[in-house]
């Protein structure tokens, strides 16, 4: 999970220049990231570091704040039905406000649709619906779910995956993901 957090954002447009200055600030090359040696403990912890650093992991901070110990990580497959009640991360200073306060990708996604979300931010998700449409790949989602809630939360991957419900057509019919799971999943 942390290699592939790390890979996602760091091809991000949005991130690349914030991860690329903590790589240089490490003394460590790009490469740590793009091509990881997950056998190497080392590296691993490195890059465990590097997203605390970035994303707080490991530090009770930001996107990892309340995060449990005992995740346990899967590649998984979500289908149509699964894309209707994925929930962006609980953001009271953007997503749930995007999403009209449900939190739910399809609601902001229908906000988008008629209007309602802002225009500066509706227009992050057409390029990923564009792309989507003309054959891009993107890379896997990650997602959390807490099977006592059963809230399918994304950790990862918020700008894509509503552009990907923009236009669902273009979607397979079951998307690969990485999922944690954990009954103390509490954001």
Known sequence: MVAHFLQTELSSSR???KILGLLAKGGKARSIVDNPDLNDPIENA????????WRGYGRDAEVFTDFP?????????????????????????F???FSGGSRLVRDAVQRIYAGEAPAEEAAWFWPIADSLAGGQTFPDL???????????????????????????????????????VSSHMKK
């Open 95 to 97: 997503w749930n406000d």
């Open 46 to 53: 490195y890059g465990a570091s590097l997203l605390g650093e």
């Open 142 to 180: 990650i997602l959390v779910y807490n099977p006592t809630s059963e809230e399918l939360v994304l950790l990862e991957g918020h700008v894509r995956m509503t552009g990907f419900l923009l236009r669902p057509e273009n979607l397979p019919s079951e998307l690969p993901v990485l999922l944690g």
């Open 69 to 93: 110990d005992d995740v346990v990580w899967y590649r998984a497959l979500l289908d149509q039905a699964d894309w209707e009640r994925v929930m962006y991360i609980d953001d009271k200073e």
């Open 15 to 17: 991130f690349e220049t």
